[in-house]
């Protein structure tokens, strides 16, 4: 089960704060949830991100609230890794526990979950799906996802390659 495998990623990342590799994980999955069309995997990608911006935050992580928070956090994605098929709305609810963190306490992280939709996106657009897929893969506007865009040197930031090339690459995906 590959999103097992991304959520122990995610533990092993979250539990020791490392904040990098969160981020790369978060684009790791936005990648491999596009070409997998695998919506849980790119939750995992929203939920790296989102993480990742509560970890920068001192203020944040020194507070009562998000000791319970991580606590959680921590024994539910335990809880999934043990079990996934048992647990399958932990991802769910970690995400629904992320926006209510955000707007109870934390008015600079209202929308962090919007936010970290808007991020994965463009890595999902980055990687060539087109900005309506992009948009319907993480489920946010896509004129949202297309002023993000705009104001990002993200098409700098990778490099494009030729139609032939990614027909090669779609082919070998697909075994012909």
């Not at 992580?61 to 399958?88: G, M, T, Y």
Request: aromatic share 10%.
């Amino acid at each position: 089960m590959k999103i097992k495998n991304e959520v122990k990623k995610l533990f092993s990342y979250y539990k020791s704060r490392n904040i990098a590799m969160l981020k790369k994980l978060s684009e790791d999955c936005a990648e491999k949830g596009f070409v997998d069309q695998n919506k849980d995997i790119i939750d995992v990608a929203i939920i790296s991100n989102a993480l990742a911006k509560f970890l920068e935050k001192e203020d944040v992580i020194e507070s009562d609230e998000w000791k319970r928070f991580n606590e959680d956090v921590i024994e539910w994605l335990a809880n999934f890794i043990k079990a996934p098929q048992k647990n399958p709305e932990i991802i769910e609810k970690i995400i629904k526990r992320i926006e209510i963190l955000g707007e109870k306490k934390y008015p600079f992280l209202v929308g962090l979950i919007e936010k970290s939709k808007i991020k994965v996106g463009a890595q999902i657009y980055a990687h060539g799906a087109s900005l309506g897929v992009a948009a319907e893969l993480v489920e946010i506007n896509k004129t949202e996802l297309s002023l993000y865009i705009s104001h990002t040197r993200l098409p700098e930031k990778y490099e494009t390659i030729s139609l032939k090339e990614r027909y090669e690459f779609v082919k070998k995906l697909w075994g012909e």
